[in-house]
């Protein structure tokens, strides 16, 4: 059974409407009206295997800011939504992962509690539309949406296209891990009997 889900949040600063399929083939369809950041979510999509669509129309005028915080409220939403009981999965995930210069770390913890740090200092103020410090707000709002425990670190690089790359690949194998179903648990991987 195909684990799916759809959520539409609007606000007087973005109007969003997402769908993901953690089952998926990494089939996607972005559009966020910020040309880098539909690159990365296409790329976390692939190589998550996750099916994704998002439609967003934010106040880009101001900036990307409300944009893509709350693209990330949202995925972390269709994440907790999507996993249901979370019986029988994995749970834990992590990912090294290198592209050319950069290499980086992510780690997931499908906990139910959310917990976010971030170890990443970009050389640059933007990567095409994007400006870089949202990358972290982006995976903050994930985070704490999903109620999920989430580490990633930079451990080197110097062009900051790359290093931004890497992390979203690095998310997306991770996560793609720790929501993957292991035959062997029988109901949730918790000693307390939930998550």
């Known amino acids: ?7 539409a949040r609007s606000t007087r600063e973005t109007d969003i409407e997402m769908s993901l399929n953690l089952d998926g083939s990494g089939k996607s369809s972005i559009e966020t009206g910020i040309g880098f950041f539909d690159h990365m979510l296409e790329g976390f999509a692939r190589h998550g295997f996750f099916d994704l669509t998002v439609k967003i129309r934010g106040d880009l005028i101001v900036d990307g800011h409300h944009t893509v915080e709350d693209a990330g409220i949202v995925l972390g939403s269709a994440v907790k939504e999507a996993l249901g009981d979370k019986k029988g999965i994995r749970r834990y995930g992590s990912c090294i992962l290198p592209m050319d210069d950069a290499l980086a770390m992510c780690a997931v913890d499908l906990c139910g509690r959310p917990y976010f740090v971030f170890d990443c200092d970009f050389p640059a103020l933007k990567a095409g539309e994007l400006d870089t410090e949202l990358v972290r707000e982006f995976f903050y709002a994930v985070s704490y949406s999903a109620g ?20 979203f690949k690095a998310f997306a194998r991770a996560l793609d891990e720790a929501t993957g179903k292991d035959e062997r648990i029988k109901d949730v991987l918790s000693t307390k009997g939930s998550l």
Do not use: D, F, P, W
């Open 148 to 167: 999920m425990n989430l580490h990633i670190k930079m451990l080197s690089g110097i062009n900051t296209h790359h290093m931004i790359e890497a992390i």
């Open 1 to 7: 059974m195909e684990r799916n889900a759809y959520v």
